[in-house]
Antibody, heavy 124, light 112 residues
Framework: QVQLQQSGPGLVKPSQTLSLTCAIS??????????WDWVRQSPSRGLEWLGR?????????DFALSVKGRISINPDTSKSQVSLQLNSVTPEDTAIYYC??????????????WGQGTLVTVSS | DIVMTQTPLSLSVTPGQPASISCKSS???????????FYWYLQKAGQSPQLLIY???SRFSGVPDRFSGSGSGTDFTLKISRVESEDVGIYYC?????????FGQGTKLEIK
């Protein structure tokens, strides 16, 4: 059974960096059929896809334009985890952040397993 | 970005009655490989979203057969044949054909 366990601070000051970790069990971070996504949810923006990382003989990354330049996703195969960093945060980045997995099994199961979510508030 | 528009935004259904949710995309979500990467999720109160339907019409593991998805191109529908109390929550559509993946604004299902 795939499980995604998120951790990280719930309060970040404006202009600082938001950092969250997603610990993965039940699948391999470097699986050639998995993709690791980050999604956030806020009342003003709804569900918003932020970016993804996946391994296909090397690591690939895709990011939403809304956060491009501020976001990084870092897989760590030794710890079986994927982390999210979002730089230069503002109050508009206040949201529940989710990590999620997408899996190819002949069909694409996009976002089939989700972490529990982390409410991150950007405030001084 | 592809805009996903759901209707209605809320519905109240008597247990045992059917329910239907529509989702329209601002452009076709048929991929160049011929597949349509369109999904439905349910978010129950206080929980993360859960995958219900993948690739338009296939039920994900463990999803009851009262849930069905249909549609093509830009118009999609989620139907619940007989609503049960456990179906309460917010339903979201999502397209995974074009980056960035985009979600509908959600449809809140309540029980009468």
């Amino acid at each position: 059974q795939v499980q995604l366990q998120q951790s990280g601070p719930g309060l970040v000051k404006p202009s600082q960096t938001l950092s969250l970790t997603c610990a993965i069990s039940g699948d391999s971070v470097s699986s050639s059929t998995a993709v690791w996504d980050w999604v956030r949810q806020s009342p003003s923006r709804g569900l918003e896809w932020l970016g993804r990382a996946y391994y296909r003989t090397k690591w690939y990354y895709d990011f939403a334009l809304s956060v491009k330049g501020r976001i990084s996703i870092n897989p760590d195969t030794s710890k079986s985890q994927v982390s999210l960093q979002l730089n230069s945060v503002t109050p508009e980045d206040t949201a529940i952040y989710y990590c999620s997995r997408s899996k190819y099994t002949g069909s694409w199961y996009y976002l089939d397993y989700w972490g529990q979510g982390t409410l991150v508030t950007v405030s001084s | 970005d592809i805009v996903m528009t759901q209707t209605p935004l809320s519905l109240s259904v008597t247990p045992g009655q059917p329910a239907s949710i529509s989702c329209k995309s601002s452009q076709s979500v048929v991929h160049s490989d011929g597949k349509t990467y369109f999904y439905w999720y349910l978010q129950k109160a206080g929980q993360s979203p859960q995958l219900l339907i993948y690739e338009v019409s296939s039920r994900f593991s463990g999803v009851p057969d009262r849930f069905s998805g249909s549609g093509s191109g830009t118009d999609f529908t989620l139907k619940i044949s007989r609503v049960e109390s456990e179906d309460v929550g917010i339903y979201y559509c999502m397209q995974g054909t074009v980056l960035p993946h985009t979600f509908g604004q959600g449809t809140k299902l309540e029980i009468k």
